[in-house]
């Protein structure tokens, strides 16, 4: 299994979830800036035409996509249904309601415009100052007095966690949803976490 990853970016997810479970995988490393591999400057067009991580290279030699999509096609190599519920309940719909709001109202809805160096002022000032408080308000309601978005930890918390530690990175104070610092704090101790976040910054490239 490949991982194509960009450090801290969505991907960081998906390596949480091999380490979480075990599962060998080879990292390589995407300059999402030219689309190219940092390992040999190849083409990652050809990989993935989409330019975006995470893609993952299954053992059968398929390429999958999309966050949510990978994020749950690795839980499910584990049969123990660890971190999803199994394929084929209401509580796998449930973990995709999460994923999918993840991926659209936090990742997309709000990170992609305050990372975009092209965003415009007021795109960004929209989704700092309106989108985000609405979303982080909705997530501190919901997760007040739990530790995972579902019952036990998920590949959602993963998910949510990369985002959460988004915050800091683009000049927002976590500390204004103390639900949420708790919540990020109690999930990056996590030793898989924490393993792929050491990893990662040591592979951070300057731009
Ligand atoms: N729809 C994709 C979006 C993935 C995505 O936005 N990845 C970002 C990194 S977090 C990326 O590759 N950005 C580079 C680009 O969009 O060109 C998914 O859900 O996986």
């Known amino acids: 299994m490949d991982l194509y990853f960009s450090p801290f970016s969505c991907s960081l997810a998906t390596r949480v979830t091999l380490y979480e479970l075990g ?3 080879n990292f390589q490393q995407v300059n999402l800036y030219n689309k190219t591999l940092a390992a040999d400057g190849t083409d990652y067009l050809k990989v993935n035409p ?3 991580v995470p893609a993952l290279r299954t ?3 398929l390429i999958l996509t999309e966050a949510a999509a990978v994020l749950q096609y690795v839980a499910d190599l584990d049969s123990a249904h660890r971190l999803a ?3 084929g309940t209401v509580k796998r719909s449930i973990l995709q ?3 999918n709001y993840v991926a659209t109202e936090i990742h997309k809805g709000v990170f992609a415009t305050l990372f975009n160096p092209v965003s415009p002022p007021e795109a960004k000032a929209f989704a700092r100052g309106t989108v985000l408080p609405l979303r982080y308000t909705y997530l501190s309601q919901y997760l007040k007095g739990r530790d995972y978005l579902l019952d036990d930890f998920s590949v959602a918390d993963a998910y949510l966690a990369t985002t959460l530690n988004w915050a800091s990175m683009v000049g927002v ?3 204004a949803w103390p639900v949420l610092q708790g919540y990020l704090a ?3 101790q996590r030793p898989a976490f924490a393993r792929a976040v050491q990893e990662e910054a040591a592979l951070r490239q300057p731009h």
């Open 97 to 99: 309601q999460w994923l």
């Open 59 to 61: 053992d059968d030699g």
């Open 23 to 25: 599962l060998p995988a």
């Open 173 to 175: 104070d976590l500390s």
């Open 85 to 87: 519920p199994a394929p």
């Open 186 to 188: 109690n999930i990056m």
């Open 50 to 52: 989409k330019g975006q």
